[in-house]
Each structure stands twice: as structure tokens, then as C-alpha cells.
């Protein structure tokens, strides 16, 4: 484990400094022991949410590449934000899976970054990141962070929010731990423009609940091949007649995704289905939640008509 660490976390139950003790981290004031996994401190063990953490670490598992536009994708989740926004900032990336957008991250000039995620994908973020010595991989949860009050410049979260049980709640943690005059990211499915997922394939993603995720795993792969088709089959309509396109629900979304390769879509049907929970987020109820955090600047936008992109701006508190 980097000792850097030590300058930045603290004890996840009251806030305290830690201290670097025989292997393991040690609050100074209640005692609380963190445990230390191949240099990856653990402040959060996955019988927290011993569902999602297995089924989401298996799946980061399974894809752990880089896909060929994988930053063009990262920079559309997190829209208005450019490359040159992350310069010399301290980062937090909540629910890094991978770890790939935290090594984006650095990249882009990131002073620091830091990724964290309930599951065992931390194991896979850690080797993602290993070239990158300003990104550090923690494993715990959203609701309590090793992390004081008003840490970092930026905050993101992708695709996460949306599988949590106290969505708020987690909204307003990642919130807390934002700068004065720093800024927040989220991305969320959105319930406008997803009709058809939620009668069609949440029923079956409610069903698969009682698989494992490697079986899960296995039924994915022939929705995928379809996923695929369809993908390929509104590329080349929208390539034809931008108006025709248009009459199909969902074209937007199938047409974004025929640019990527197959594995990356089978690995976007597999989470739809692997997830415990999911929740689409209508704007108003985001508009609201933001409503109660002090920002200067809240910018929603619609990322291929079916989810949501959250920037928030200029934390003014």
C-alpha cells in the first residue's frame, strides 16, 4: 500500500486519522481495525451487499479490457466535462469497477485519483492502475467513505446510483465529500425513453435474480448476438435515412452502440440482467434532489434518450 494514502483517508466510522500498523490500518480513535488485501485497504467487506458486490465483481471479471473508443465513452457519461477539466484536480471515482476511468483520469492530468468499489473488482482496478502512481484503489461503500468532508475537486459516479437501495442517501454522500467550488458527475438510467426495457427486460432481469452470475453469464451471450444485430441494424438505417431512424424507439441508443465492438455490448446486456436492483431515475426527480445541494450550476442532459447526465458545478457551501 502507498503510505500517500494516509494523507487523504480517514477512519470510515468517526473520521479519524489512521495510522499504518503491522500490515494493516488502525483508527487512532475507536480502534477500528482496516484490513489490507494485495495493497488494497479494505474498509468495507462485501457482506455489505453481498449481492451486488458478487455479481458486479464477477462481471468486471469477465470484461476487464480496454475497448477501442472506451475514453470517447467515459467523456460522453460525464458531458459538458472535458479532458482538460481533470487537470492537477483531486479526483474521486465512486464505484470504479475496473478501474479503467480512474486511469482515464489520471491521464486527462488528475492530480490524484481515487477509485473505490464494494466488490472483488477491485483486485482487477488494481492491476488496471498499476501504471499509474497517482491512482489509488480502495474497496468499501458509498454510504460510508474513508474520506473527510469536502476532499476532492471532482466526484463521479457511472452507472452505479441507478443499483443502490438509498439512492438520495448516496447522492449526498458523494455530495459531502465535495470541494467548495468543486464539481460532481453522475450517470443513471433514466425512466424517459426506456419503456420497452422496463416491460420487456427488467421482468427477466427480476427473474434471473434466483442465477448465479456465471449462469446468468452463459444465458447473456445469445441476447447479446441479438443486442449485436440490432446495433448493426440501425446503424446502417440511420446511415441511410436519419428520418426513418427516427420513427424507431430506441435508434439513437442502438445506433451509439454499433460503434463498439461485440464483446463490450454483450458485457452491457450482461449488466443489465446481472444487476440485483435497478432504478430509473425520471428528471424532475433529479432536478429535485439537486434542488437541495448547494451548487451554482446543475446541467441534466439525455445521453442517447434512455439515462441521464448529471453535472453539477461551483459547490457553493
Known amino acids: 500500500m502507498d503510505r500517500e494514502l494516509l494523507n487523504f483517508i480517514v477512519c470510515s466510522v468517526c473520521e479519524s486519522p489512521l495510522i499504518y500498523k503491522e500490515d494493516v490500518l488502525v483508527c487512532e480513535k475507536c480502534g477500528k481495525t482496516i484490513k489490507i488485501e494485495d495493497g488494497i485497504p479494505v474498509f468495507s467487506e462485501d457482506d455489505f451487499d453481498p449481492e451486488t458486490s458478487e455479481k458486479f465483481g464477477f ?103 441507478q443499483h443502490l437501495p438509498y439512492r438520495e442517501k448516496a447522492i449526498k454522500e458523494l455530495y459531502k465529500r465535495v470541494k467548495k467550488g468543486g464539481a460532481l458527475s453522475l450517470w443513471v438510467y433514466g425512466y424517459e425513453g426506456t419503456f420497452w426495457v422496463r416491460v420487456l427486460i427488467e421482468p427477466i432481469r427480476k427473474f434471473l435474480r434466483i442465477f448465479s452470475p456465471k449462469i446468468i453469464y452463459v444465458l447473456s451471450f445469445l441476447p447479446a448476438v441479438g443486442f449485436w444485430i440490432t446495433n448493426k441494424f440501425f446503424y446502417f438505417l440511420c446511415k441511410i435515412s436519419n428520418k426513418l431512424c427516427k420513427i424507431f424507439p430506441l435508434s439513437e441508443y442502438f445506433s451509439y452502440m454499433s460503434n463498439f465492438p461485440f464483446k463490450y455490448q454483450f458485457n452491457t446486456v450482461f449488466d443489465q440482467l446481472v444487476a440485483p436492483r435497478s432504478y430509473f431515475f425520471k428528471k424532475e426527480e433529479l432536478e429535485k434532489i439537486f434542488e437541495g445541494l448547494k451548487f451554482k450550476n446543475v446541467v441534466i442532459t439525455s445521453r442517447n434518450g434512455m439515462s441521464w447526465r448529471v453535472f453539477a458545478n461551483g459547490k457553493d457551501e
Open 59 to 161: 462481471s468486471w471479471s469477465k470484461f476487464p479490457d480496454i475497448y477501442k473508443k472506451e475514453k470517447e465513452d467515459f467523456l460522453n457519461w460525464i458531458y459538458p466535462v472535458k479532458e482538460n477539466f481533470f487537470k492537477e484536480k483531486i479526483v474521486l471515482d465512486a464505484g470504479c469497477g475496473n478501474g479503467l476511468h480512474a486511469k482515464m483520469s489520471s491521464e486527462f492530468g488528475a492530480k490524484v485519483v481515487f477509485g473505490i468499489d464494494l466488490s472483488k473488482a477491485v483486485k482487477e482496478a488494481k492491476r488496471n492502475v498499476a501504471d499509474r502512481k497517482n491512482v489509488h484503489i480502495l474497496q468499501g461503500n458509498i454510504y460510508s467513505l474513508p474520506f473527510l468532508p469536502e476532499t476532492f475537486d471532482y466526484v463521479y459516479s457511472i452507472g452505479v446510483i
